[in-house]
Each structure stands twice: as structure tokens, then as C-alpha cells.
Nanobody, 121 residues
Framework: QVQLVESGPGLLEASQTLFLTCTVS??????????WSWVRQSPGQGLEWVGS????????FYNPSLASRASIARDTSKNQLTLQLTSVTPEDTAVYFC????????????RGQGTQVTVSS
């Protein structure tokens, strides 16, 4: 059973860099066929895919609207997935989830409980 636990700063100011961590248990981040993703949900909005990393190949994919600011990485020694988002604005305020599943991201992939990120102007 895959378990995902997100953590992050909670509150930051506009123009700062957001850094989130997802601690994974139950499966290796390098397992074949698994994709590891970050998604977010702003107040009153649906889920928005941020980006993914393909576990066994280390291929990375990003939402084009966020590609210039987002960077996904993994620390295989700690089995952790990270997200860095630069130059944040209040529009980046959302609950951020990490997600895992077989194949490219879909809303059916397992998600953690999420971590609230609030950006003040």
C-alpha cells in the first residue's frame, strides 16, 4: 500500500520560492511503470496537474503553464519527491498533493492528504 505524506512551509510571500516534500512509503520511487506527480487545488477550483516524473526512467513532464517555474525532483536515498516553484504569486495559493499511480497522471491516482500553501501579496 503506497502512502504519501506532503509537507511544506504553509505560508510564504509573493516572489518567494516554494519548496514541498512528499515522503513515500510502500513502494520505491524508482519502481517500474509508476508515475509520481504533483497536483494542486485552488479554492473553488478542480485539480490542476503541476507535473510528473516517471519512476524508472527519471523522465519529467510539466504543465506548460507552470513549466518555466516548476521543478520536480526525487531523493531516492530518502524515497522523497520534491517540488520547487519559483516566483510564487497569490494565484499559487492552493492545497498541493503528491500522487502516484501506474502510467501517466490521472485523477484516479492515489493522493496524499495534501498540504495547504498560502501566498500573501
Amino acid at each position: 500500500q503506497v502512502q504519501l505524506v506532503e509537507s511544506g512551509p504553509g505560508l510564504l510571500e509573493a516572489s518567494q520560492t516554494l519548496f514541498l516534500t512528499c515522503t513515500v512509503s510502500g513502494v520505491s520511487l524508482t519502481a517500474d511503470f509508476y508515475y509520481w506527480s504533483w497536483v494542486r487545488q485552488s479554492p473553488g477550483q478542480g485539480l490542476e496537474w503541476v507535473g510528473s516524473i516517471a519512476g524508472s526512467k527519471d523522465y519529467k513532464f510539466y504543465n506548460p503553464s507552470l513549466a518555466s517555474r516548476a521543478s520536480i525532483a526525487r531523493d531516492t536515498s530518502k524515497n522523497q519527491l520534491t517540488l520547487q516553484l519559483t516566483s510564487v504569486t497569490p494565484e499559487d495559493t492552493a492545497v498541493y498533493f503528491c500522487a502516484s499511480g501506474i502510467g501517466p497522471y490521472s485523477n484516479s491516482h492515489r493522493r496524499g492528504q495534501g498540504t495547504q500553501v498560502t501566498v500573501s501579496s
